[in-house]
Structures are given as C-alpha cells and as structure tokens.
DNA sequence: CCCGATTCCTGTAGGC
DNA sequence: TGCCTACAGGAATCGG
C-alpha cells in the first residue's frame, strides 16, 4: 500500500536512472485502471525525453518537455525498472521503454493506480490542484490546523487524511502520527488545541521520515529486489496491533473502525 | 460547506 | 482441498 514514504521511495529510485533518457516504444498492456490509459499513450510519447521525475502528494510527475505524464499507485501498485525482453509478470500493465535499454513498468493488481497524460500547467490540474501542503511545507503548522478544523465535528484522523488540509497522510501514517501525538482518533477535530495541533504536525513528519529513511535502506536494490520494500522495516506501534500492550506499558492497544477505516488506538495514552 | 456512505478492484486470510 | 465471505484502502463522487 503505497503511501507518501513509499511513493517518494519510488521516485528517488527510478529518476536517477530514467531522468535525460529518450522514450523509444510504449506498451499498453491493459489500459483499464482507475482512469483509463489514453489510447494514443504510445504515439504521444513516443521519442520524448525525461527531463524530472517529481512528486506532489501521492502523485509521480513524469515531466516531458512538451507535458507531463501523473502516475498514483493506488493501493496496490509499483514500478519496476528491467531489461528489455524480461517476461511479463500478471497485472504489468503498462510498459515504457527508454533508449531502447531500460523498461519502466507499472504493475497494479487491484487497477486503483491512474496514468494520465497532461500538457496543462501540472498545478492547474484537477488531480493536483485541490491539494493541501505537502507535510514538510512551512505552512503546515498548529496554526493552520487548528483554523481549518474549525466548527469541524469529523473525527481528527479523518481530518488529517484529508488531502484538501495536508498530502501524504494515509490510514497508517494516521493512526501511528496520532498515537505518538498522544491524540485520540476519534476526537472531533474541532475541538483540539493550537498546541496540539502543533504536536500533531510534529508528529506527522517525523513518522513520514522515519518511513522513508527505512524505505531508504532498500534503495541501492530497487531495481533488482524482489524482497520486501524496505519500508516494511519502520515500526508500527499502534496499526495492526490490536489486544497488544502499548509501548507506553500501560494501555492494550484497541481498534475501531472511524470514516470506514480501521483505526487504532491506545486508551491509557491517547486522550 | 461539511460529512458520511459508496464505489472501484483483487489478493489474502479465516471459517467451515 | 475447496468454497465462501470479509477485509484491506486512496480518492472521486454522491446525497443529505
């Protein structure tokens, strides 16, 4: 499940090895995903080059000269970068070839993924041009928090996965950012001080960073790993672990389902 | 505007 | 062993 750490994984393992190369075949293998793949995909790239792989959200930004292409995982996809010729493997749905020597492929087995092709002004985009601050942003502060949730009765951690008020905080990341907050999931947003916000957003950057350095640690093998992600390698101190005790020796951890997501919590130390 | 519910999809896990 | 069901979740969309 790719979130933000995963995602930005991701782009700083194929932009080196893509970015100032020349597209030379495109494959649609199948173009049924959460959006469908332009049919003409392959004639629109075809003999561009790459100038940036870039990041906004959980969207890769591949940057042409003349457009960009936005890529999502989803909740089940990634790309791989192999040797022209490897054998496809189910759900490779989309193969970019580049200077006839490497091939990008994008693999996604539940289609929630989208490849989209667009010549607008990339922050002019209707995927792209609602969202909130990036976490690390200087604007991302208690303050700016604390005034978007007000009158706001939703419960916090759906206010913080909402892409409109920050990116990149998905259904893990919010209930372990929250539980080293020590803030309740289910507390109404708009009941929850300047301050504490201010731990919040604290909080939420130094699990997304924690993330990333472990997803990090596998970098050097992204193209040949067929292990597990690196990420896999932060701790989760709250998610999944239901009826365990809590690291902070006093509550046993619970779950409970908030805006249709599986949450979790410890009792003893989140208020 | 706000918020909850629903939808897309398929691999996996658990019950029987 | 195999069938069935529930569950996982990002984000768009819809209805109240």
Redesign the pocket.
Known sequence: ???LPEVETTRRGVGPLLEGRQISAVKVRNP?L?QPVLASLPQRLDGLRLRAVERR???LLFRFDVGSLIV?L???GSLRIVKPGTAFK??DHVEITFDSTLCLRLHD????GLMVWTEEPLAEH??LR?LGPEPWDEQFTGAYLRK????????VK??I???SIV??V???Y?SESLHRAGVHPNR???RISQRRYGAIVVAVREVLEEALEAGGTTLRDFVHSDGEPGYFRFKLKV??RTGQRCSCEHGIIR?Q?I????SFYCPKCQH
Request: charged fraction near 25%.
């Open positions: 499940m790719p979130e049924r959460r959200a959980k969207y999502h989803g909740m089940s189910k759900h087995p539940r289609r929630f209707r995927l609602h978007g949730s007000h009158r706001r009765t939703a419960a759906n206010f996965m909402d892409s990116v990149g998905g259904n893990i919010a109404a947003a708009g998610y999944g779950q389902v805006g249709q997501r599986s």
